[in-house]
């Protein structure tokens, strides 16, 4: 794909049609009852393209929820793909083949996860063979291990992978049955997810598994970085609200003036900060977050934005 010369997080909505008992909509309940505007999609494509006009090409990324739910949501993607790119983290319950008749392959990358109590492998597999073969960068699914679907894990993961994709096993974070998930899992789940190569078996044995962008590094006092995000990515919910980083979504303006919503893209209020500033997490919290893009340390982060030419701002 292009380089862009902006990113984007895009939780477009919280709506999914599958409703999977592990869904971080059903845990998250704060974030999940954030409206979407309900913007139509001729509406959202105006804003984008004002945002391309203002700020040159965009590395969307987008997720939610599931993104493809949203109403004319692949044909607006189909008409912005003359000036940004995508990124898509999606259940692919929807027309591979009619996308790939709208979309060019350079504009887009697909990053599919597979829920089998909503979709049969042998459809998934099919259309993820199709977006492969077409050029979307399809090389990776990922599933939850959550405790009822752990018996066939092992059989899917082995049937996807015999397609030349491969598999990411993220851990359950939450409750079944009253217990409280990766914790729960049993020496002898631990065992089989190991082999099954989790990629974050070791966060999974020790319990830790918030995330699988964690990184190892040691803790520091975080108010002395100066980070550049927020000049030039930004995270957006489905209001329309943006924050120069995931861990500033929920901390208010009043208190910590450096995380404040950068604006509001549907409001046109949106602005990306001129420069780096300061970060300003509390004192207890922590940015294990391998993509901030901290002042002087460039060569760490810099290979995770590939960044293009900037527009002149305005
Ligand atoms: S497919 Fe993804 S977004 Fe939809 S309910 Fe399942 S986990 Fe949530
Ligand atoms: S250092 Fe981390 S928490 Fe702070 S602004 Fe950057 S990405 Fe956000």
New binding site residues.
Partial sequence: MNKPAVFFTWDIHYRCRYGCAYCFLHHETETSSIPARGLCADELYRVWRGLYERYGSARLSVTGGEPFDYPGFMDMVARLAAFDTFEFSTNLDWDAREFSAKVPPGAAKINPSFHPDHAALPEFLEKCLHLKEKGYGLDCVTVVAYPPNLAALKDHKAEIERRGISVVVFPFRGLHQGREYPKAYTEAERAALRELGAGAAEEVNAGLAKSHSLDSGPRER?QD?V?A?GTRYAKVIPNGDAF??C??VWTPAKTWPNWGPLGNIYDGTFRFDAEPRP?A?HEDGE?R?HK???VGREDQWRKHWPLGEEAARP
């Fill in positions: 975080l970085r980070c995000m120069r980083c861990a500033a970060c997490i940015c977050c901030a893009m901290v």
